[in-house]
């Protein structure tokens, strides 16, 4: 047989047949494949967010500094003639020089004031170093902690000198005195911004760069040595807070072109749109556009701040491409301080952005500090210079013959360039240019549809868009939008809103202060809206109401709870879904709303979830059923009779097919029990008390040596692959080879052997919960204590109970609770461990710290047999609870030999720093992770740690949380594997094309005929006793179990892949496996029989096998009451029975067929039902009883008939029609056999027979139509196993004499096996199970020895 990959280039495809069968596999449905089991349930890291102002600060003081000297030039700058004159747009010389200095003084203001309209101005003009310090420490001095402006314009004085100083006069004019920058900075304090004005202005800034260095130093000083001079004196004011802006470098001189301004740099950053035009005009490029005069310049129509004028769309576009290029050039957080933090500074930076541009023309390089990157060059200038040219071009119409403006296409042109990044680009990319100016758009209402639309686009690619767009500044802008009015836009902000909050939550303070929770509040009521958006509008309100009292006011004045209400029988399971969760969150710890909720019967309503098709909308429900019965306020009779009928309802999901569900239900009930926690503390007490007095009937009282399980003594020892479910919850490792023999056995502290028996097997050990390190506080309750507590519950009359009628509310949930501590799914054990315990602790110090438990009472016996008798409480396994890290270090212990436990020497009780919980030696705090067999009692000096309070408000599962992920994702993207591009579609392809080579070429061998099947192709001892095989039906793999472990075995290459442990008590053992999707993402299901189903992802390939989910797939599972067979069949019969019984412990176990067309699971076996499971809902859909008084052996279904064939244990086969109802949809019986049905099988064809045979060795077949066998062949003796080809009409006999038949459709025997190939001739044992592989003609076969041989048809065929 050749291997997958050489398959891959055989040329001849029969390609019709090829494409049929790969359309099937397509449309084949997945099991197990949603989020909620492929992603851990749990909430994304929230990102820090750092666009949100921590200190949002206001320039509120300004010190306009002029040193004109009108007339007189200093004597260090010899100046040009014609020379650059004027100042603030006036030339000084045109008037007297005192009148010039005031109106320029008075200009400034004015140009400053349109931008900071609001803060107090005082002009210096021509001043004195007192003069400076007086404005300068009275504006400090008002300011307080606000920012204050230095504006220092040196035209007439000399250059700033190297010692750090500027000039300023003496008071009659005659002299230039310097003013130390030292001192200008003790004057002014931080925060401040300085402007500098003047020729080497870059001086400035070093030397104030060098004296705030100084500053720090003199500070740190002054801290370290309180005696030393420099603290004596008072402390000079930190300069961290600072910013500088200065005209030119160090060495530069300002220009001094006569067409320019004299002080440009002033000019650019506050006029910046007239400087712009005028230097726009005496660019060469401005020579096309004819007309345009600096005359006509100064006519431009309109206002700076009517953006529907010519004058004011452009300040606009200025100010959109000035942010656009600051945010795409400057870092982030430079960028939030300098263009967001301060309106008055994120002018002045954006103004000078120009002047860097226009002053560099000049040779003249503006300096700031913090300093920004060059931006001169950047390619937004060239958006700015075309609206400039399209504005110019229309002035001289305009202005002569009064034409209409025509406005800029420039805003429209950027969103394109926005939409075609969002359209063409790929993943890892920059963040687009234009995200400043979609902001800016949304001040317009031309475009803001389209710029809302385009956001909601973006920050659609994931929560790095959303933090995006936050730290641009969208917020503002989104939160007033919602004062609008406008239908349209409803969609656009509910979905643009729902990202927001799904990314940072923390805005829904700012929400309700701004009345937005009313928008969201009406789009939810509000019927003609899609689904989808009431949907985001509830998951908004979710958020907002979330542990936040005043939004749950809000809302519930908002009438919240009513317009939820409504909502919940939708037919869109999400908004489903939001708004049970928005309800469970209204009324968490806040009383009105629940009583709100009370008076509209809102439990009640919710009622109806708990049986929801959709898992997480049934999780939604018990979430807020919890939270509703969790509040803490005062208690009346109204209020407890609620609690206890919602806690009724609640645990009729006890047996829910999704972990998901019922681990949200172990928090709804941990709510109940911290509410009630005394009348549950009486309740704990008396089934501990029970569970002491009561020896639970065991396998270990009646095992006989047969019973046990063969010593395992193969040279080498089997590793055990670690397990993690899919939170690491556990890493497994095992004693489960229990050290080569037992015969070498240590002995135990004490010197006697120790006994083995199932009944020692089940040692009481601590469980490691998941709050934290293994080695965790003790647990007052063993995992072996619950389980027996549990069954205990269901055997005695536990009537005695004092002061509470047993069958109380209480009682039942701490049933309910025991129950779910065995659940299969570790993740939900373990939290209802921790309830438990965290009640069982408080009972018991409360009760009598003294005596916690009897130390004796739980070594006595072991857990029931899974057949004892007269169980009311569901029956089920649990997996032992175990550490929550994924300890590599744990997985290579030595396993440790079986020591029974020490008898109890208890050490007397004796509290410790806040009641510790006592310690024991029956729950060893260090315990091998799934170990499974028993440990040495805690080793000394192990203190116990601090008890921690097990149930907080803490205990949560994380699905709010997880479900509010789904916002956060991008919604609009293609799924994967409908990306016909992608991995997983590509190798989604790859499997398909391998099913169909397999299934071609395998046909082509059946078609010819198997005339031999013993050609043995692989043959390896596993590591325990197969009792259950199953090929994978399309690769190389085979799937092995034991009692409670799988092995994974290449068949082709003859290694094995994996090991790994089940799960399983000790008590059970696995009963059946199929593998799921197996088409496809194969999974692996596995059956105990206790009921329990577990499914395994990432088996036989170098990943950690992973649960993915378990459930008890069946309650209540019966002790077995065989048929005996009837007095003519011989006494064969009998010792097969028997055999059968020995190897199967009595009874069938589970059994299980899957039907991958649809879905469904059908389950049976010791019960008196077939249950069928839909795993899409993952919910029982149907009971079908099977009116026998004897267990299932075997189930075979055919989906297109919805035909259901069972074989029983009394030797009936029976056929169930699923479409009937439960009296009348058992169709057909047949009686023919007179012992243990082994198999029934129905063939798959629209006529296929039904085939089945029973311990005797005849089998019958029949037509579904017929009451009776059309053909009956007699076969071995003593069948203990067997199996039917589903294609090449073979079927194979294992018998407990050792050997096995195969046999064809006419009943000829064509092989007959006894020996194993090599190994000498090696006798083989008795055969525990066999399969055929769906496909090929290869058959398994497991038998007692531990071997596991497959046999093919001969080598020239393959």
């Not at 009943?1307 to 083989?1324: A, C, L, P, T």
Request: proline share 7%; hydrophobic share 40%; net charge neutral.
């Amino acid at each position: 047989m050749k291997m997958d990959s050489d398959l891959l280039h055989s040329p001849a495809v029969g390609l019709a047949e090829e494409e049929e069968a790969d359309m099937n596999d397509w449309k084949l449905p997945l099991a197990f494949m949603k989020k909620r089991h492929s992603e851990k349930i749990e909430g994304s890291k929230a990102l820090a967010q750092s666009w949100r102002m921590k200190d949002r600060m206001k320039t509120v003081s300004v010190a306009l500094v002029l040193c004109l000297n009108v007339g007189v030039d200093p004597p260090d700058v010899v100046k040009t003639s014609p020379c650059a004159r004027l100042e603030c747009w006036i030339d000084p010389l045109s008037m007297s020089p005192q009148k010039a200095l005031e109106t320029i003084g008075a200009n400034l203001q004015k140009q400053y004031e349109n931008w900071q309209p609001r803060a107090r101005y005082k002009q210096s003009l021509d001043p004195t170093v007192d003069e400076v310090k007086k404005l300068c420490t009275s504006l400090r001095r008002n300011a307080k902690e606000e920012r204050v402006l230095f504006h220092y314009n040196g035209h007439g004085v000399p250059r700033p000198t190297v010692n750090g100083e500027i000039w300023v006069f003496n008071k009659n004019y005659t002299q230039y005195i310097p003013l130390s920058i030292y001192d200008l900075q003790t004057w002014m304090g931080s925060p401040s911004i300085f402007v500098y004005d003047c020729s080497n202005a870059g001086i400035i800034v070093k030397s104030f760069k060098q004296f705030a260095l100084q500053r720090e130093q003199e500070l740190e000083v002054a801290a370290i040595n309180p005696s030393h001079p420099l603290a004596q004196m008072p402390l000079p004011p930190s300069m961290k807070n600072c910013i500088q802006l200065a005209a030119c470098e160090a060495s530069e001189l300002l220009p001094m072109n006569p067409d320019l301004p004299a002080d440009l740099f002033t000019s650019c950053l506050t006029t910046p749109i007239k400087i712009a035009l005028r230097w726009f005009c005496m660019q060469k490029s401005a020579k096309l556009v004819p007309g345009v005069t600096l005359d006509l310049i100064e006519k431009i129509p309109g206002r700076l701040n009517d953006r529907r004028t010519p004058l004011g769309e452009l300040n606009w576009i200025f100010t959109a491409i000035t942010d656009t290029i600051a945010w795409n050039v400057l870092p982030r957080d430079l960028f939030q301080k300098l263009f967001r933090q301060d309106l008055l500074v994120a002018s002045l930076f954006r103004n000078f952005l120009l002047a860097e541009r226009i002053m560099r023309s000049y040779n003249c390089t503006p300096v700031s500090s913090p300093r920004l990157p060059p931006t001169y060059m950047h390619a937004m200038w060239q958006a700015w210079d075309l609206a400039v040219d399209i504005c110019l071009s229309q002035l001289p119409t305009i202005i002569e013959e009064g034409t209409a403006f025509r406005h800029s296409p420039f805003f429209a042109e950027q969103l394109t360039a926005f939409q075609v990044w969002l359209t063409m680009g790929v993943e890892n990319r920059n963040p687009p240019e234009q995200l400043p100016i979609v902001l800016q758009v949304l001040l317009s209402q031309v475009h803001r549809l389209r710029a809302l639309d385009l956001l909601g686009r973006f920050l659609d690619l994931g929560p790095w868009a959303v933090s995006l767009a936050l730290s641009v500044g969208i917020f503002p802008y989104v939160l007033k939008l919602l004062q609008s009015s406008a239908r349209e836009l409803r969609p656009l902000l509910v979905f643009i809103w729902a990202k927001i909050l799904a990314v940072d939550s923390s805005c829904q303070a700012d929400l309700v202060k701004d009345n937005g929770h009313k928008y969201f509040l009406s789009v939810l009521a509000d019927s003609y809206m899609p689904a989808e958006h009431r949907t985001m509008a509830v998951f908004i309100l979710a958020v907002i109401v979330n542990s936040y009292n005043t939004g749950q006011e809000a809302c519930l004045q908002g009438n919240l709870i009513a317009n939820c209400l409504e909502q919940l029988s939708d037919p869109h399971p999400l908004l489903r879904q939001w708004v049970a969760i928005c309800l469970g969150r209204i009324w968490q710890n806040f009383d009105p709303a629940r009583w709100c909720g009370v008076r509209d019967s809102a439990h009640e309503k919710l009622y109806t979830l708990l049986s929801d098709p959709i898992p997480e909308v049934r999780c939604a429900a018990v979430f807020a059923l919890g939270t509703f019965v969790g509040n803490s306020a005062e208690r009346t009779d109204h209020s407890t009779t609620i609690d206890h009928n919602v806690a009724m309802m609640l645990a009729q999901l006890i047996n829910d097919g999704s972990p998901v569900v019922r681990k949200e239900l172990v928090v709804a009930l941990s709510h109940l029990v911290v509410q009630y926690e005394s009348n549950f503390c009486t309740v704990a007490l008396q089934f501990i008390e029970e569970e002491k007095n009561y020896t639970v009937p065991s396998p270990a009282n009646t095992a006989e040596p047969g019973n046990l399980t063969p010593v395992r003594d193969s040279p080498a020892i089997p590793r055990l692959r670690s397990v993690n479910s899919y939170t690491n919850i556990r890493a497994a490792t095992t004693a489960r080879n229990l050290n080569k023999s037992l015969q070498n056995l240590n002995l135990n502290e004490e010197g006697g052997p120790a006994a083995f028996s199932p009944g020692n097997l089940s040692t009481s050990s601590s469980a490691s919960s998941t709050l934290g390190s293994p080695d965790n506080d003790e647990y007052i309750l063993s995992f072996e204590t619950i389980d027996k507590m549990r069954r205990v519950s269901s055997y005695s009359s536990l009537n005695s109970l004092i002061g509470v009628s047993f069958n109380s509310v209480y009682t039942q949930i701490w049933r309910v609770l025991l129950h779910l501590a065995a659940d299969p799914f570790p993740e939900v054990s373990d939290l209802a461990m921790k309830v438990l315990n965290s009640i069982a602790y408080k009972a018991t110090m409360n009760a009598r710290p003294q005596r916690i438990l009897d130390s004796g009472s739980l070594t006595q016996s072991a857990p029931a047999s899974p057949t004892s008798k007269g169980m009311h409480i569901h029956q089920a396994g649990g997996s032992p609870p175990m550490p929550s890290t994924s300890s590599s270090s744990l997985t290579n212990e030595v396993p440790k030999p079986p020591a029974r436990e020490q008898p109890a020497t208890r050490p007397p009780y004796t509290p410790t720093l806040g009641g510790q919980a006592p310690h024991s030696h029956q729950f060893p705090r260090t315990r091998k992770m799934f170990d499974k067999g028993p440990e040495q009692a805690a080793e000394d000096g192990d203190e116990p740690g601090g008890h921690r309070n097990y149930i907080s408000a803490a205990l949560q599962t994380g699905l709010c949380d997880w479900s509010a992920k789904y916002f956060a994702q991008p919604v609009m993207k293609i799924p994967e594997e409908h990306d016909l591009e992608s991995q997983v579609r590509m190798e989604r392809q790859w499997r398909f094309l391998r099913n169909t080579r397999v299934r071609r070429q395998s046909r082509g061998i059946t078609q010819r005929g198997v005339s031999r099947l013993d050609d043995q192709i692989f043959i390896n001892r596993n590591p325990g006793v197969p009792s259950v095989v199953k090929f994978h039906p399309f690769n190389t793999c085979i799937a092995v179990a034991d009692k409670d472990s799988i092995c994974f075995w290449d068949w082709e290459k003859g290694e094995r892949l994996d090991y790994f442990y089940n799960g399983n008590p000790r008590y059970t053992r696995i009963t059946a496996m199929e593998y799921l999707n197996g088409h496809d993402c194969s999974l692996l299901l596995t059956a105990t029989d206790d009921g329990a189903l577990r499914i395994w992802k990432n088996f036989a390939d170098q990943k950690n096998p992973e649960m993915v989910t378990a459930w008890q797939g069946l309650s209540d599972m019966l002790p077995t009451t065989r048929g005996q067979p009837s007095t003519s069949a011989h006494s064969l019969a009998r010792r097969v029975s028997i055999y059968l019984d020995r190897s199967k412990q009595g009874g069938a176990g589970m059994v299980v067929d899957w039907e991958q067309e649809t879905g469904l699971l059908m389950t049976s076996g010791d019960v008196r039902v077939i249950r069928i499971w839909d795993t899409d809902r993952e919910m029982k859909v149907q009971d079908i009883p099977t009116g026998a008084d004897s267990c299932v052996t075997s189930l075979s279904c055919d989906s297109q008939r919805s035909l259901i064939v069972a074989g029983l244990g009394d030797g009936s086969v029976r056929v169930f029609d699923r479409r009937m109802g439960p009296n009348e949809c058992r169709v057909m019986t047949y009686r023919e056999h007179g012992a243990w049905v082994v198999k029934a099988h129905l063939q798959k064809e629209t006529d296929g027979h039904i085939i089945s045979v029973s311990v005797n060795g005849d089998v019958r077949f029949f037509e579904p139509r017929t009451p009776d066998s059309i053909n009956v062949l007699q076969t071995v003796k003593g069948l203990t196993a067997l199996d039917i080809h589903p294609q090449a009409n073979l079927f194979a006999c294992g018998s407990m004499n050792q050997f096995i038949a195969v046999y064809n459709a006419n009943g000829d025997v064509i092989s007959n096996i006894k020996y194993y190939d090599g190994f000498m001739g090696q006798r083989i044992g008795a055969i525990s199970c066999l399969a055929f592989h769906p496909y090929w003609p290869h058959l398994a076969v497991g038998s007692n020895d531990y071997y596991m041989s497959i046999y093919s048809a001969e080598k020239r065929l393959r």
